[in-house]
């Protein structure tokens, strides 16, 4: 049987005309990612690295640049992040792909670690911290103590449970960096998270979570609630892992990439010798005996032995033959709107900007038409740079009641991460019982640059252990010769 598969290999390899806008026929590409985000990128490198004699990797992205939800925004003159903006100390693949490429590590500047912080609920402040605008760490000490106490004053000492219920979850999280050793390849979600203790979090929503464990409601109810609408864009009634991931990522010490996230995506690609198609869309992926023949919208066609998606198929129109089957998952779409002006303090129902703190996140209510609003820059006292992140598109009338100046608005509406729910489904990493595979499927654990990166690391694995595991495909490094030998004989 396997004999046989082999022959029907080399034939198809011969027959199919792959990609016809490359002027010689060619044989089969070993593995083809449809994707250049940090998970498509991330997959190349580490299939380089654990196999360094896996031939021909292509890779389709749609888009004219790499990064897919890394990208950045230039407004002001000035770049900013647009998508994916901070990494969590522990983000050990981004780090060390940070070190790896020479890229730079930024961290927060003085002010977004002691940003003031404040909790509209659409008629009023429910919560307020001090701000100041001392430059002496001496008085900026004293007022971020207070703030402290005013904030435990509020919430109570579940406060200091935050804390220890993300601690647990990262500390569990930190097992998918242990050695290839001791850790399993997993063929499915489920498996991988319950081996890190993560997968009961899949099971509850945050509310329940937290209920469970005594936080105050009004905890949950406010500050938890402005950070799950800020990272996911989404009510308490999200996954217990998303929320755990969503509270880390509000943490100190977090950082980015100086000049844009994106360039890790670039970096890897650049270094782990990828054929990169950009600005072609693959719309169709038929399993033609054995192995895929992708089809892309520029018209042309390409033969793959292995077929990653490595991006969320929720809202992609590709034609899978034979059809594939996944539970439905919907999109949050989150609205990045970036505008240069000032804040209109009579609207927020103070007296001067000044007043308005540099993070302005909001509670669940039907009456709220934002999410939240922050400073990203501050050029002068009436000239700044903001972030504002809204369910729907924030219409021009909206924003002229927000904002006094406006000068420049750019809105970006992201596809941008799953609409979580409890207890999660989960799509398979293997779509089918051959080489088509699905790296986004753990984006329903969390989406986040880091998880995409773990994803698709056990992705790597997987694929090789599946490639020695089944005979004629097992030789990964002799079947890439016999691809050699076809392209020498191209007239055959
Ligand atoms: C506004 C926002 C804020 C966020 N904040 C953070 C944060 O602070 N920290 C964090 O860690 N994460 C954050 N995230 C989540 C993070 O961006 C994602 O989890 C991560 O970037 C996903 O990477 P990926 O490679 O899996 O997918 P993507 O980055 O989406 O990559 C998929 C790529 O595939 C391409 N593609 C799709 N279909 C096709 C096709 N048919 N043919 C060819 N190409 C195709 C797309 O164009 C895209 O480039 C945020 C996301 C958004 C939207
Ligand atoms: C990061 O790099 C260091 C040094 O090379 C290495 O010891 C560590 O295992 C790497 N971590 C991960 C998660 O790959
Ligand atoms: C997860 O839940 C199951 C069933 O309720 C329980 O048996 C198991 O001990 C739990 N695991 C963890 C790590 O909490
Ligand atoms: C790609 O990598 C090479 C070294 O391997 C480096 O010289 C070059 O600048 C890199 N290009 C990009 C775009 O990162
Ligand atoms: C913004 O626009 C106003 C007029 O609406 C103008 O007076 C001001 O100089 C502009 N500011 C910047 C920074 O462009």
């Known amino acids: 049987m396997f004999t046989a598969t082999l022959i029907t290999l080399s034939l198809l390899s011969l027959t199919i005309p792959s990609s016809s806008s490359d002027h010689q026929p060619q044989s089969t590409t070993d593995v083809c990612i449809i994707g250049s985000g940090i998970a498509g990128s991330s997959l190349a490198h580490f299939l380089r690295k654990y196999s360094p004699t896996t031939a021909q990797i292509r890779m389709f992205e749609r888009h004219p640049v790499v990064g897919g939800r890394m990208a950045t925004v230039t407004i002001a003159g000035e770049t900013f992040e647009a998508g994916a903006s901070i990494l969590h ?8 792909f940070t070190h790896m490429l020479n890229l730079k590590v930024k961290g ?31 008085v900026q000490y004293f007022i971020s103590l207070a703030n402290s106490l005013r904030m435990l004053f509020r919430y109570g000492v579940s406060l200091l449970k935050m804390n220890t219920f993300v601690e647990v979850t990262v500390d569990n999280f930190l097992k998918y960096y242990e050695s290839e050793e001791s850790r399993p390849i997993f063929s499915n979600v489920e498996d991988m998270l319950k081996w890190a203790d993560l997968y009961n979090l899949t099971t509850h929503t945050l509310e329940e979570e937290l209920v469970g464990l005594k936080f105050s409601p009004l905890l949950i109810q406010e500050l938890i609630t402005v950070i799950t609408r800020i990272n996911y864009g989404q009510s308490v009634r999200i996954s217990g892992l998303a929320g ?15 000049g844009g996230n994106w360039q890790m995506a670039a970096g890897l690609i650049n270094q782990s010798d990828v054929t990169l198609h ?10 033609v005996g054995g ?4 089809k892309s919208t520029n018209g042309n066609s390409y033969a793959c032995q292995i077929t990653v998606v490595a991006t969320p198929l929720d ?11 996944i539970p439905e998952r919907k999109l949050q779409h989150t609205y990045a709107t970036f505008v240069r002006g000032l804040l209109n303090p009579a609207y927020f129902g103070l007296n001067s900007v000044s007043d308005l703190p540099e993070l302005l996140g909001t509670i669940e209510s039907s009456e709220l038409q934002f999410t939240c609003i922050s400073v ?14 809204s369910r729907q598109s924030l219409t021009d009338a909206l924003l002229d009641q927000i904002f006094s100046i406006r000068n420049e608005t750019i809105r970006i509406n992201w596809g941008a991460y799953p609409h979580y729910q409890a207890p999660e489904e989960f799509a398979p990493f293997m779509l089918d019982d051959r080489h088509l595979y699905y790296v986004n499927a753990f984006e329903n654990a969390a989406s986040t640059m880091e998880t995409s990166a773990v994803a698709a690391e056990n992705m790597a694995r997987l694929i090789l252990s599946r490639l020695a595991g089944q005979q004629p495909l097992g030789s990964y490094g002799l079947k890439s010769s016999t691809s050699d030998s076809n392209l020498q004989h191209p007239e055959l």
Do not use: C, R
């Open 376 to 389: 990203l820059k501050e050029h002068n006292a009436n000239d700044f740079t903001y972030k504002l992140f």
């Open 291 to 294: 192995f895929y023949e992708l």
């Open 244 to 258: 755990a991931v969503s509270l880390a990522g509000s943490g100190g010490d977090l950082w980015s990439v100086e």
């Open 315 to 325: 809202e992609l129109t590709t034609q899978f033959t034979p059809e594939i089957s």
């Open 278 to 287: 950009l600005q072609e869309e693959i719309s169709s992926i038929t399993n």
């Open 108 to 138: 927060p500047s003085a002010s977004e670690s002691s940003f003031s912080l404040g909790i509209w609920d659409g008629q009023k402040f429910l919560f307020k911290t001090i701000d100041s605008n001392s430059k002496n760490q001496i």
């Open 89 to 96: 100390p522990k983000n050990y693949h981004a780090l060390n």
